[in-house]
């Protein structure tokens, strides 16, 4: 049993943490980080690390922004709370949605604020069943998302998530939510078939899963353009415009969760961009506040803001909402990030420095742990195997990936280990400097635990 600092040892008393093995928690202990800089954080032993996910995919412009909380003093200082509620506003919530909807350059035009991405899907479930019943059509409710998929932890979030942790012991996921194949092609591509054979094949299967439920009972697609916690698995480039066809034919409302891949992540201000997905609904949050302050946006087309706005009028409210809906202090950081983000040209840098990050990642491919190495502007990932020729994963499954992140910290990197699939998504600040320094203190890592 290892000694704890009286921190820690209160935080095991008292403090149950997120998507943590409670019972290993109480031998292994937390570690208490103190500070952050730039892409650096430092623990309260006075360890320094280099902060490869961005805290959880989200700390675009780095830790210690000034200009992020000289925004937060100030509108502290001017109004630190009012809601949003029945016909009240204030000047940031206002500021931010305009700011949004320029954003997308008017292809989205209204914006709902939630607290976390999870309230934000949460949101977006709802909105999909109220446009339904709005238009008459009450058993249109099916949300087809993806195995692998993820888009948080409320009971409908959890739900379209596609993850068995996310479900198992919590009675989940709801019958109304359906989960299509994870266009992973090294993982579930057949022997002989191309990429483009595969994404066909998928585009096959959703078709095959809408006819089957019936075109009408199915409302809508969830997914994230490249996805982040299942794996950071991007999809052929073929996919999504084959996916986008079979939602059109069948009148499903396309969602695209841009949780991580909004502001710039890809190298292009939307995941949707790159990929040429034209959302009915999409999902921000994180990137948006730097997450500086907890914020996310629903954000929604003309056609289905007017649909649930005339049903609002209908039923004389749309009776939905959080406390913190559009926070002044939330959405005052968010317009000053954003600022940032474009004064700065972060979402060019992800795309230069994203290239520079895939190429020096990718130059691991010949380590004997690496199966495959994937990505696209500042985010990455390496999956580890047993075998590389078999591609056969370790067992038990994550055995490997908990070596690498535990060693990974004394070389002075933070990781994310999804399994045995280990993360890259680092602030949007990030150098070419830093980026060689964090994939050699990666591959010394691997070299170390080999
Ligand atoms: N959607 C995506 C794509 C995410 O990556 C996440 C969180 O990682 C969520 C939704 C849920 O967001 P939150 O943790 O803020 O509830």
Redesign the pocket.
């Known amino acids: 049993m290892s000694s704890f600092s009286p921190a820690q040892s209160r935080d095991i008393k008292h403090q149950m943490h997120p998507y943590t093995n409670d019972v290993a928690h109480k031998t292994i202990g937390p570690r208490i980080i103190e500070r952050g800089e730039g892409i650096y954080v430092y623990d309260d032993q006075g360890n320094k690390f280099l902060e490869a996910m961005a805290g959880?995919?989200s700390v675009a412009v780095g830790f210690g922004e000034p200009r992020l909380v000289e925004a937060a003093t100030r509108q502290l200082q001017k109004l630190p709370y009012y809601h949003t509620f029945t016909h009240k506003s204030h000047s940031p919530s206002i500021e931010l949605a305009e700011k949004l909807v320029d954003y997308t350059q008017g292809r989205m035009s209204r914006v709902f604020f939630t607290n976390?991405?999870?309230?934000?899907?949460d949101t977006v479930v709802k909105m999909v069943w109220y446009y339904n019943n709005a238009l008459g059509r009450t058993q249109k409710k099916k949300i087809i998302s993806r195995k692998r998929g993820?888009?948080?932890?409320t009971v409908a979030?959890a739900s379209m998530t596609g993850l068995v942790g996310n479900h198992r012991d919590f009675d989940l996921p709801l019958p109304q939510m359906k989960h299509t194949s994870c266009p992973h092609f090294y993982r579930e591509g057949q022997p002989g078939e191309s990429e483009v054979d595969f994404a066909s094949r998928m585009e096959a299967e959703l078709e095959a899963m809408i006819i089957q439920e019936g075109p009408e009972t199915v409302a809508a697609f969830i997914g994230?353009p490249v996805m982040?916690?299942g794996g950071v698995i991007v999809p052929p480039d073929t996919y999504w415009g084959k996916i986008q066809a079979v939602c059109r034919k069948y009148d499903l409302l396309i969602i695209a969760?841009?949780?991580?891949t909004g502001f710039g992540r890809l190298g292009k201000r939307f995941g949707s961009d790159v990929y040429g997905i034209e959302p009915d609904i999409m999902?921000l949050?994180?990137q948006i506040t730097s997450s500086y302050q907890?914020l996310?946006a629903v954000m929604l087309n003309d056609d289905v803001a007017s649909v649930i706005s005339e049903h609002s009028g209908r039923l004389g409210s749309f009776g939905h909402g959080y406390t913190a809906s559009g926070h002044p202090v939330a959405t005052a950081v968010a317009i000053e990030n954003l600022n940032i983000i474009q004064e700065r040209k972060l979402v060019e840098n992800a795309a230069t420095t994203g290239a520079i990050m895939q190429a020096a990642l990718r130059e691991l491919a010949g380590h004997p742990l690496v199966g495959e190495v994937r990505g696209l502007g500042l985010i990455a990932a390496v999956e580890l195997v047993a075998d590389k020729e078999s591609r056969r994963p370790f067992d038990p499954l994550g055995k490997a990936g908990a070596a690498v992140y535990g060693r990974a910290h004394e070389n002075g990197l933070i990781v994310r280990a999804i399994q045995d699939t280990i993360a890259f998504c680092p602030p949007l600040i990030i150098t070419p400097e830093q980026v060689s320094d964090m994939v050699a203190r990666f591959a010394k890592t691997l070299d170390e635990v080999q």
Do not use: C, R, T
């Not at 993820?150 to 932890?153: E, I, L, N, Q």
């Open positions: 959880l995919w976390s991405g999870s309230e934000a899907n993820y888009h948080g932890v979030s994230e982040g916690a969760d841009e949780v991580i999902v949050s994180k907890p996310a």
